[in-house]
């Protein structure tokens, strides 16, 4: 289950994703013991100190914590990504990048304490059985399953369990009198890592993909198959605030842009020989022009693909400078099933390369960086970062490109602020325009689906009008956010249209959303006008 809740991204959400999610992963594991001096006897002075301690220490002390605790503070005197994951925190730092979990199938909220269903995953049990969009769980397996208790665990706890298990949920839907019962059989149920994929011209395609999962190769070569059904001749590839996953994926992903025997990457470290990785003749897309998309929060896989797209002149990158994450973690499984994902290389892009950020004052600044970024003005002025000449490269069409921290695009485009006011972020904040679009689909669901039964005639002839935002504003205020003019003209435009947006995802499905909003999406409307007049292209030397 996938419980989406969108609007804007904070600074701060963002920096918090950033430090827990983003790693590129070597695909295989490994007991192999790492190279060091006098090992043994290292051994021996770590477990003669937990002697000491068990048999002289004044009080009792838990040898296994302490043995954990000591490794993670190992970890952190070498690198900001070697980490540290618990028998328990193995499975669900994986279940992102494998690609599937075992449960029912639903994608869901909480409101007003109940589990209302966002939509049921095509072809999972829910969806087979019939479980709509709209339909509250009121008990599980006959319990009440409302009121304070229930949180996001709670319903992962019980609605989650092996495949075949069983789970019975008593459904209330609109319009029909007490509980209708469904006994659901769990199953696999894919995590999708492309999140939207639709036409943004008559020709222009554009694939949104969050992640770079098990399963990402094939949903981009399944949208990409979409898109040129459509007519796709040129692609728009969304990789913002994709922090990154599995180096295999990344490679054979460059790989479906890039002509024969092109270096994607390479990796290098100390103890780890240079490996080259280089494109074949496969691959879906190698004609036709392509523009990523990317900002701070697009990290090591992420910037694997801008960098092997931007050193081989093939297609324009866009957007504020990624995040400059070029090491490689390989993970080793410990006796107890543990993990350590160890930092064992460096990548590196086709031009050389490494875009790897300093890391010499430790981990707390160094995270610090997205922070300082913002404060020193990077993030609205291109002219506020300053490369040296050691770190400068050159692509076969002599187009300059950086090293030393980061993918730094082609075209710059600054954060946009214009449309904020705190009414918003207060708004955003309580959750308001969530709640209030799944009270106002409560009552018109049937009625939108039967007049719009697609994305998009809905794109383009539903309208939030006066009457509903005016509607809105009184329901936020019933909330305690009193009304603000100056809030509303500031950001008035953006709040209708972002609850056209989530009103069109509880009606489709999460792509609904971003193609709805997408005319206030101002590097989107960049990247489709830089394919539309191709200037730029021809002035870089970009295959096209």
């Known amino acids: 289950m996938k419980n989406y809740l969108y609007s804007r991204i904070t600074f701060r959400a963002l920096f918090f994703h950033m430090l827990i999610a983003f790693m590129v992963m070597t695909p295989f594991r490994s007991n192999a013991q790492l190279v060091r001096e006098n090992p043994r006897a290292t051994i021996q002075k770590f477990a003669a100190m937990l002697e000491i301690i068990n048999y002289y220490y004044v009080d009792s002390a838990n040898s296994a914590s302490l043995t954990e605790d000591a490794i993670v503070a190992m970890l952190k005197e070498l690198d900001p990504h070697s980490m540290y994951l618990s028998k328990e925190d193995v499975l669900k730092a994986n279940e992102p990048l494998q690609g599937n979990f075992e449960g029912v199938g639903i994608q869901f909220q909480l409101y007003h304490d109940t589990i209302l269903v966002v939509a049921a995953v095509p072809g999972g049990p829910s969806d087979k059985l019939g479980i709509l969009a709209g ?45 209708i019962e469904y006994t659901i059989v769990r199953d696999k149920i894919p995590i999708n890592s492309v999140d939207a994929t639709y036409m943004v011209g008559d020709t222009i395609g554009y694939i949104k993909l969050t992640r770079f999962a098990r399963t990402s190769l094939t949903e981009v070569k399944q949208s990409i198959q979409t898109l040129k059904k459509n007519g796709m001749r040129d692609l728009i590839l969304d990789l913002r605030n994709n922090s990154g996953g599995y180096l295999d994926v990344a490679i054979d992903l460059s790989d479906e842009f890039l002509d024969n025997d092109k270096l994607i990457v390479y990796t290098e470290g100390m103890r780890s020989p240079r490996t080259n990785f280089k494109s074949t003749s496969r691959g879906s897309f190698k004609q036709g022009r392509i523009v990523v998309m990317v900002n701070e929060g697009s990290a090591s896989a992420s910037e694997i693909v801008a960098g092997a797209i931007q050193d081989w002149d093939r297609g324009l990158i866009i957007g504020r400078r990624s995040f400059g994450k070029g090491l490689v973690q390989r993970p080793f499984n410990l006796p107890d099933s543990s993990v350590v994902r160890l930092t064992t290389a460096r990548y590196y892009t086709p031009s050389g390369r490494c875009i790897q950020k300093p890391y010499d004052n430790g981990t707390e600044d160094y995270y610090a960086d997205l922070m300082n970024r913002f404060k020193h003005g990077e993030f609205v002025s291109a002219d506020s970062i300053k490369f040296p000449d050691s770190i400068k490269y050159y692509t076969p069409s002599r187009r300059v490109v950086y090293g030393g921290g980061g993918i730094m695009p082609d075209v710059f485009i600054p954060i946009d602020t214009t449309r904020n006011s705190k009414y918003y972020i207060d708004l955003s904040r309580k959750g308001l325009l969530n709640e209030y679009t799944i009270d106002y689909l409560d009552k018109h669901r049937s009625e939108l689906k039967r007049k719009y039964p697609s994305v998009g005639l809905f794109k383009e002839n539903f309208q939030i009008n006066d009457e509903i935002f005016e509607d809105f504003i009184a329901f936020a205020e019933a909330k305690e956010v009193p009304r603000d003019e100056e809030g509303i003209e500031r950001s008035g435009d953006e709040i209708k249209m972002i609850m056209k947006g989530l009103i069109a995802r509880n009606i489709f499905d999460v792509s609904a959303y971003f193609e709805v909003i997408s005319p206030i999406d101002n590097e989107l409307m960049q990247a489709i006008k830089s394919i539309q007049d191709d200037t730029l292209f021809r002035k870089l030397s970009i295959a096209m």
């Not at 319903?155 to 092996?162: D, Q, Y």
Request: proline letters at 2%.
């Open 135 to 179: 339909d509250k769980i009121i008990t599980i397996d006959g319990e009440d399953a409302t009121g304070k208790k229930v949180s996001n665990n709670y319903v992962m706890e019980k609605l989650r369990g092996p495949k075949n298990s069983k789970v019975t949920v008593g459904i209330q839907r609109k319009g029909r009198k007490g509980l």
